[in-house]
T-cell receptor, first 112, second 114 residues
Framework: EAGVTQFPSHSVIEKGQTVTLRCDPI?????LYWYRRVMGKEIKFLLH????????ESGMPNNRFLAERTGGTYSTLKVQPAELEDSGVYFC??????????FGSGTQLSVL | AQSVSQHNHHVILSEAASLELGCNYS??????LFWYVQYPGQHLQLLLK??????LVKGIKGFEAEFIKSKFSFNLRKPSVQWSDTAEYFC????????????FGTGTSLTVIP
């Protein structure tokens, strides 16, 4: 069974540029989550999709962040324009329910 | 504010020492509790979970955790650590009244010295 995959694994961009992160969940998992971890801090919830609908986006920092999940399959998280404080590791996770999360390997985003 | 607190940020132990990592949460109502682990270069993966029943749960690799409802705690323990336990450990809470969200603590970095 394929796991959760994220692309790219690393991204280095300059302040003001745009970056799009992609997450492919495990097939059949309706729940898809985005999290972010800034070094030394907690893994912070960003948003939660159930199929293609945003169940909860209360963790999105501001309107520079846009997440989509077209067709209820893969999801993208776009940051436009990126700021220095957006640096961190962005994790995607999927789940069939509330039993456990299956994580991707994360995208390390560095904004210079 | 609702939160998950992990008290130890960095722990260094010698092999065969006992381990206890603290986790407290502040969510009310029914919760599911988890410990996740991230070994160097690997994905976050589930170590153990508590949903209901026996408050002492056993996980993989000899880890266990005890849910103490009155203390809102879910501490992780292992009687004798190994070098291969070097990793980052995260406590997480899934609170039923928050729309099936999972909330994480800040993580504890464990280094086991051979």
């Amino acid at each position: 069974e394929a796991g959760v995959t994220q692309f790219p694994s690393h991204s280095v961009i300059e302040k003001g540029q745009t970056v799009t992160l992609r997450c492919d969940p495990i097939s059949g998992h309706d729940n898809l989550y985005w999290y972010r971890r800034v070094m030394g801090k907690e893994i912070k919830f960003l948003l939660h999709f159930v199929k293609e609908s945003k169940q909860d986006e209360s963790g999105m920092p501001n309107n520079r962040f846009l997440a989509e999940r077209t067709g209820g399959t893969y999801s993208t998280l776009k940051v436009q324009p990126a700021e220095l404080e957006d640096s961190g590791v962005y994790f995607c996770a999927s789940s069939p329910g509330n039993e456990k999360l299956f994580f991707g390997s994360g995208t390390q985003l560095s904004v210079l | 504010a609702q939160s998950v607190s992990q008290h130890n940020h960095h722990v260094i132990l010698s092999e065969a020492a006992s381990l206890e990592l603290g986790c407290n949460y502040s969510y009310g109502g029914t919760v599911n509790l988890f410990w996740y682990v991230q070994y160097p270069g690997q994905h976050l993966q589930l170590l153990l979970k508590y949903f209901s029943g026996d408050p002492l749960v056993k996980g993989i690799k000899g880890f266990e955790a005890e849910f103490i409802k009155s203390k809102f705690s879910f501490n992780l323990r292992k009687p004798s650590v190994q070098w291969s336990d070097t990793a980052e450990y995260f406590c997480a809470v899934n609170a039923w009244n928050t729309g099936n969200q999972f909330y994480f603590g800040t993580g504890t970095s464990l280094t086991v010295i051979p």
